[in-house]
Every structure is written in structure tokens, then in C-alpha cells.
């Protein structure tokens, strides 16, 4: 009796995954097609990014919110177009269930980045760095812009290489399914 409750349960989970792996592949239209979710999420490295008020951090430190993890740099023309809508939906949808964690990958000089956010207005954004490229580099990010999406327990369950409009009704749809389960 116990084994068929607990088949019973894990097919009642399994369902429900997939009813939602349905839902959030109808919606991914126009930038939103890039996005490539993973069928099992998978761990993230321990690795350590510099935040900017200089102290080290690690990912695991924003477990219990979903998190939209944004790799860019300072020399990116598609980062600077896909900044403001990072910003915007760091505006619509931060809180305690989601952030938008911007992290500048490679030899970008603090300066230049405070100079690259005044230049296109993001004020909401944090200036966080991985001048080693060592965190991208463990997470696989092989070109820039590059987005990944962490879920509560920081396991990385999407991700896309390019730019998108993240603040787009198709984006934000996404993000609060991920935010509700």
C-alpha cells in the first residue's frame, strides 16, 4: 500500500513539472525563444564574484529568491542595449522572490562601469564584478550577454546566450511562473 502512495505521489509531481514545463515553453515568443530551460536543474559552482562594495560572495547567498543572473561587460554593445530592461524588470518584479544579480565578467574597470550604468540611466542595478571570469567560467558562459536563471535553492533551471528584452510581458510571464512554484 505504502509503494502505491508513493508512485501515486511522484506521478502527481512529476505531472505537475511537466504542466509546467508546458507552460513555460508556450511561452516563449519573440527574445523569449533563446531561452533554453533544463529538463532537471542543475548545481551551480561555489565560485565567488566581487561585489561592488569589494567584499566576496558566492552565489548561494540569494538562495530563497529566484534570481535572473546577468554575465556582461562594459565593451558589449548587446549589453548596453539589454541593460535598461534588466533595470526594468529589476523595478517591476524585485523583492523577496526575485532579484536581477548583474555581474560584469572579464578586465572591466569600476570606474567604466559606474560611466557605462550613468551613460544609460540604470540606477537599480548592483555593479558586481568577476574580473577573473572565474564564476563564468564554472557556470559555462561562453559569450556575452549571457542570463541565467537560478531558482530558490540557487540550482540554474534556464538560461540564455544574447540579448532579450527581459522586461516584456513574455519575460516577466516566465519569471512569475518561476517565482510561483
Known amino acids: 500500500m505504502r509503494l502505491i502512495l508513493i508512485a501515486a505521489l511522484y506521478t502527481a509531481i512529476a505531472s505537475t ?5 508546458a507552460k513555460l ?13 533544463h ?13 561592488a562594495d569589494g567584499v566576496s560572495a ?11 543572473l546577468n554575465f556582461w561587460a562594459t565593451w558589449c554593445a548587446p549589453c548596453r542595449k539589454e541593460m535598461p530592461q534588466l533595470s526594468e524588470l529589476q523595478r517591476l518584479l524585485s523583492g ?7 555581474i560584469a565578467t572579464g578586465r572591466n574597470d569600476p570606474v567604466k562601469m559606474e560611466l557605462f550604468f550613468d551613460e544609460i540611466g540604470i540606477k537599480n542595478l548592483p555593479l ?4 577573473q571570469q572565474l564564476l563564468a567560467r564554472n557556470l559555462g558562459v561562453l559569450g ?3 542570463s541565467i536563471i537560478l531558482d530558490r535553492d540557487g540550482r540554474e533551471v534556464a538560461r540564455m546566450l544574447g540579448d532579450a528584452n527581459w522586461s516584456s510581458e513574455n519575460a516577466i510571464a516566465i519569471l512569475k511562473t518561476i517565482i510561483s512554484n
Open 17 to 21: 513539472a511537466n504542466a509546467d514545463m
Open 25 to 37: 515553453e508556450s511561452l516563449k515568443v519573440d527574445d523569449m525563444r533563446k531561452l533554453q530551460f
Open 39 to 51: 529538463k532537471v536543474s542543475k548545481l551551480i559552482p561555489k565560485s565567488q564574484f566581487i561585489k
Open 58 to 68: 558566492t552565489l548561494s547567498e540569494l538562495h530563497g529568491k529566484v534570481v535572473l
Open 96 to 102: 523577496d522572490d526575485f532579484e536581477v544579480l548583474t
Open 128 to 131: 558586481h564584478r568577476d574580473p
Open 144 to 146: 556575452l550577454p549571457a
